[in-house]
C-alpha cells in the first residue's frame, strides 16, 4: 500500500492529526499567528513533514470552532474576529466559568489550588519581565486549569474553543498603546489572585461573582479601532523547524 507522505520526515516522525491541531491551536495562543495569516496546505505539508491530505481534516475541525476561516478557492486563514463575536465569546465565558470555577472549589484539592497560585505567580513573573505573549498565554491557561479540575468536561472542551478565539479576540482588538497592555495584563493578575483568595477560602459564590466581574472587565478593555500584527514564516512560528 502506498502513501503520498513521501518525506523523510513523515516516514519517520510524522505528527499526527492532533498534534497538528495542537500546534496550530498553542501558536494561536501565544499570539504568533494573528488574525488573517494565511495557512496555506503546501507551506502548512511542508512544515508538517505531511502530505496536504493530512493538513485538510486539521483546517476543518479549526473552522468547525471558528478559529480558522475556509473560504473556497482561497483556502484557510486564521480567523477576524468581528466586535459582535467578540461580545458573543465573552458573553459564553461569563455564563459557564462562574460554574466551572464553583465546581472546582467543591472538587479541588489543597495541591489543586496551589498549582493554581502557580501559574499566577509565573503569569506575573512573565508580565514583570516584559514577556506580555506569554503573560497572556498563561493567563488563559490558568482559566484551563480550572476547567479542567471542575470535572464537568463538557463545559472544559467549550471553554477550550473559546480561549483559543479569546486570543484572536486580544490579538484583534487590545489596545495600541504598551502601558495600557500592560496595565490590563496586571490586572488580570490582580483578578486572578483575588480569584484564588476566594478559592482558598472554598467561598464559591465570591469566587464566582469575581470571575464573572474579571471577564466583564476584560471585554471593557477592548480597542476596537486597532489592528493586530502581521505573522512571520509559518515553520518558525509553530515550532517546527528553526
Do not use: W
Not at 468581528?82 to 465565558?93: I, K, L, P
Not at 477550550?160 to 478565539?165: C, G, M, V
Not at 484564588?196 to 466583564?216: C, G, K, N, Q
Amino acid at each position: 500500500m502506498t502513501s503520498d507522505d513521501s518525506s523523510p520526515a513523515a516516514a519517520t516522525t510524522a505528527l499526527t492529526e492532533a498534534q497538528m491541531y495542537e500546534r496550530i491551536v498553542s501558536a494561536i495562543l501565544d499570539h504568533k499567528l494573528p488574525p488573517g495569516t494565511k495557512l496555506v496546505e503546501d507551506k502548512l505539508a511542508s512544515a508538517f513533514g505531511v502530505s496536504r491530505t493530512r493538513i485538510r481534516p486539521v483546517l476543518v475541525r479549526l473552522a468547525n470552532e471558528q478559529v480558522v476561516t475556509l473560504t473556497p478557492n482561497r483556502g484557510a486563514t486564521i480567523a477576524e474576529p468581528t466586535q459582535e463575536e467578540a461580545r458573543e465569546v465573552f458573553g459564553a465565558r461569563r455564563l459557564i466559568e462562574p460554574t466551572l470555577v464553583e465546581l472546582f472549589v467543591a472538587r479541588a484539592s489543597d495541591a489543586d489550588v496551589q498549582r493554581l497560585r502557580a501559574s499566577a505567580e509565573a503569569e506575573e513573573t512573565a508580565r514583570t519581565s516584559g514577556d506580555m505573549r506569554r503573560a497572556i498565554r498563561l493567563a488563559g491557561d490558568f482559566h484551563l486549569a480550572i476547567a479542567e479540575r471542575s470535572g464537568n468536561q463538557t463545559l472544559g472542551r467549550i471553554l477550550r474553543e473559546l480561549i483559543s478565539r479569546t486570543s484572536l479576540i486580544l490579538m484583534t482588538y487590545s489596545s495600541a498603546h504598551a502601558d495600557e497592555r500592560e496595565e490590563a495584563t496586571a490586572c488580570g493578575c490582580r483578578e486572578h489572585r483575588a480569584l484564588i483568595d476566594a478559592i482558598r477560602l472554598r467561598d464559591a459564590p465570591e469566587a464566582a461573582r469575581r470571575m464573572h466581574e474579571h471577564l466583564t472587565r476584560l471585554e471593557s478593555q477592548l480597542a476596537f479601532d486597532s489592528r493586530p500584527e502581521t505573522a512571520g514564516d509559518l515553520a518558525r512560528l509553530l515550532g517546527v523547524v528553526g
